[in-house]
């Protein structure tokens, strides 16, 4: 199977530090793959050089297809969409009007098909449509985190690339928004899941790369991850659920 997204010796610094060093990644058509590792460890530097906000070293295919100079606008119109760690909606303006600017690349590339996107977007989240009129600055956190994804799915994105969803989130909520995450791979959306919250993100995701100090330590499918001795002690701790059990 050829994969929707491959990273070969993948390497990005900033000036002479090398925060990213020679990473293998792959996400498969229809999956859903997570990203975890501490504060530091070079997660977010590694998503924005895939999305090619940095320029990295090494290999970037997307769909057998070699991209050689990654670039947003070389990614955009391949069908990638990222979803920053910092959301960035345009809080002074509504809901509809950040999902129609989600839709802009489509419409300049003669895709008028941005009312059917909206209504896409408001089945996968319903509480958007509720609140359409509203300015984007009035929303609660997980609503603002439903419209940066729902911005981004106004793309209609093949692969999807999400900096900490959590972030700031209540845990209920960060279960809400990754359950829904989870769920477009039914929409036809692969996602590229990068948390701090790994047992969240292990939960959702079919397979996961632990990061640390740039490098990848681990990779496996995420259930076996979230069964990890390691992982639990140093990522998932003994407080609940899957790290009791493991630890008893
Ligand atoms: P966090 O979860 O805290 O966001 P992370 O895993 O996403 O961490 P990065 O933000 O990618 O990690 O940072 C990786 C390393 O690169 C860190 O050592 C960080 O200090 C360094 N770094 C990040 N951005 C820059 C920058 N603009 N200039 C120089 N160094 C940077």
Redesign the pocket.
Known sequence: MIPLLRLENFSVS?GA?E?VHDVALDVNEGEIVTVI?P???????LLCAAMGLLPAKGALSLSGERIARPSVEAMVARGVSLVPERRELFAEMSVEDNLLLGGFYRWRTGRRDQKARMDEVFQIFPRLRERRGQMASTLSGGERQMLAIGRALMARPRLLMLDEPSLGLAPLIVREVLQVVSSLRQHGVSVLLVE?NARAALQVADRGYVLEMGAVALTGAARDLLHDRRIIDTYLGIGTGVGNKAAQ
């Open positions: 900033y530090v925060a590792g504060n530091g460890a070079g997660k977010t530097t701090q």
